[in-house]
C-alpha cells in the first residue's frame, strides 16, 4: 500500500435471504433498502467507493443492475463462500482497505463509518470493528481491515463456517491478528436496539424511521434516529419481541 490506500466499503447483498426474502430491494421512502444504504455510504468522507458483494445467482441479477444503476462496483461470487466473494470484490475492484458492510444495514450512519475508518487508521491493528464488544445499536456495524489481513485469513481456513463470515476467522484468532473496538460514545450506546432489516417488523420499523426523518433530511443519523424514537416511543414496539 502507498501513502493513500484504496479504502472501499462492500455491502455484501443478496435476495435469498432466509427470514424476509428479496429485503434488500423493499422499498422506504420510494426507493429500494439496498439504494437507501449505498446513499448514505457515499456520505462517507474516507471512502473512495462502494462495491456491492453479490452472487452467481440469477436471482441477483436485480441487484447486479441496480448497482449498476446507482453507479457503484458490483461483484459476482459465491453464496456460500462469503469470504471468498468478499476478497474477490477486493481484488477486482483493486481495493486495499476493506469496510466491510452488510446489506440488512440499511440506516448505518456514515458518521459512525467514517469513525470506524479513522480509528482502523490511527490504531495500526489489523482488524478494527465496532461490533466485538457491542455498543452502539445492531445495524450500525462496521468492520475495517486490510485486503492482505483478509487474504492472509482465506488462506488458512477451509472450514465452511469460517468462510460463511467474512471476517470470523480474524477475530476468532487475536493470536495471529491485532484486533479493536470502537465503543459508541454515550448518547450513542443502546446495544440492544435492532435497526437491522431481518425480518418484516424489522422493515415496518426502518420503513417508518425513514418516512419520518428522510423527507426532510435525507442526511440524517443516528443522533437523530434516537430522538425520532424518544418522540415517539410506540416505534421501538414494532420489532422489540423480535430478538426478545
Do not use: W
Not at 1 to 22: F, N
Not at 47 to 69: H, K, R, S
Amino acid at each position: 500500500m502507498g501513502d493513500k490506500p484504496c479504502i472501499v466499503a462492500t455491502i455484501e447483498a443478496r435476495m435469498t435471504s432466509t427470514r424476509l426474502p428479496g429485503k434488500v430491494m423493499k422499498q422506504a421512502v420510494g426507493r429500494p433498502m439496498l439504494a437507501l444504504m449505498v446513499e448514505r455510504l457515499k456520505c462517507v468522507p474516507s471512502l473512495d467507493g462502494i462495491v456491492i458483494a453479490t452472487t452467481v445467482n440469477a436471482t441477483d441479477d436485480p441487484v447486479v443492475a441496480l448497482a449498476e444503476a446507482l453507479d457503484v462496483g458490483v461483484f459476482r461470487g459465491s453464496e456460500h463462500d462469503v469470504m471468498g466473494r468478499v476478497l474477490g470484490a477486493a481484488r477486482a475492484h483493486d481495493i486495499d482497505v476493506i469496510v466491510e458492510t452488510t446489506g440488512d444495514c440499511p440506516l448505518i450512519d456514515p458518521e459512525v463509518v467514517e469513525a470506524c475508518i479513522q480509528a482502523y487508521r490511527a490504531s495500526g491493528v489489523d482488524y478494527l470493528s465496532n461490533a466485538l464488544q457491542r455498543s452502539y445499536p445492531i445495524g450500525m456495524d462496521t468492520q475495517v481491515f486490510a485486503t492482505d489481513i483478509l487474504a492472509d485469513a482465506e488462506a488458512r481456513t477451509q472450514n465452511p463456517h469460517d468462510r460463511e463470515h467474512v471476517s470470523l476467522f480474524i477475530y476468532s484468532n487475536p493470536a495471529l491478528y491485532s484486533l479493536q473496538n470502537l465503543s459508541a460514545p454515550p448518547q450513542l450506546t443502546e446495544p440492544k436496539l435492532a435497526l437491522t432489516l431481518d425480518t418484516a417488523e424489522d422493515f415496518e420499523l426502518i420503513r417508518s424511521i425513514y418516512e419520518a426523518l428522510y423527507p426532510d433530511n435525507p442526511h440524517f443519523c443516528l443522533g437523530d434516529i434516537f430522538a425520532l424514537l424518544e418522540r415517539r416511543p410506540e416505534l421501538r414496539e414494532i420489532n422489540v419481541h423480535v430478538r426478545s
